[in-house]
């Protein structure tokens, strides 16, 4: 049996990613974070406060992605979720595209396992796909904090 689960959801609509994390976070009783709770000014006091973290939760959930300041930021996490939606808009603005681009790369280097789930789902079926596609350890894990 697992004796921890690391979930992370990137996706552009930072909404979305929240909302998702938040119903996992409560039906699962799991600790959930943005990534903004690390970030600071200075490098060093975030690296400390990330590693502290790390070193000291094995049950959390994090939304949005430090790759660009932490090389693989959550290297141990279990699962990536990349929520997306369908959005002709973020072929057509530059920010989003590069955005994208960067959570793009972040996923697709990531060696942990990588879910795509359409983010016009409601939070159940969300829910539904992410847990049809966990490994038996972590899905009978996850079941037992459901109690």
Same mark, same amino acid.
């Given at each position: ?32 974070? +943005?990534?903004? #709770?690390?970030? &600071? ?6 690296? +400390? ?6 070193? &000291? ?18 290297? &141990?996490?279990? #699962?990536?979720?990349?929520?997306? !939606?369908? +959005? ?10 590069? !955005?994208? &681009? ?33 490994? !038996? ?9 459901? !109690?």
């Amino acid at each position: 049996m697992s004796d921890n689960l690391i979930i992370q959801i990137i996706g552009l609509y930072e909404k979305d990613n929240r909302n998702l994390a938040k119903y996992l976070s409560k039906k699962y009783s799991m600790i959930f974070l +943005d990534i903004s #709770y690390f970030t &600071n000014n200075n490098k060093k006091e975030m690296i +400390d406060k990330y590693s502290s973290f790390i070193l &000291n939760n094995k049950d959390f959930i994090i939304t949005g992605s430090m790759s660009e300041l932490i090389y693989s930021s959550f290297y &141990n996490r279990d #699962y990536l979720i990349w929520l997306d !939606k369908k +959005d002709e808009e973020k072929i057509n603005n530059n920010i989003k595209i590069h !955005k994208f &681009n960067s959570l793009y790369k972040e996923f697709v280097m990531a060696k942990s396992f990588k879910i795509i789930i359409d983010s016009n789902l409601n939070l159940k079926d969300q829910e539904k796909i992410f847990l049809s596609i966990m490994e !038996k350890n972590n899905y009978d894990y996850i079941q037992g904090k459901n !109690k």
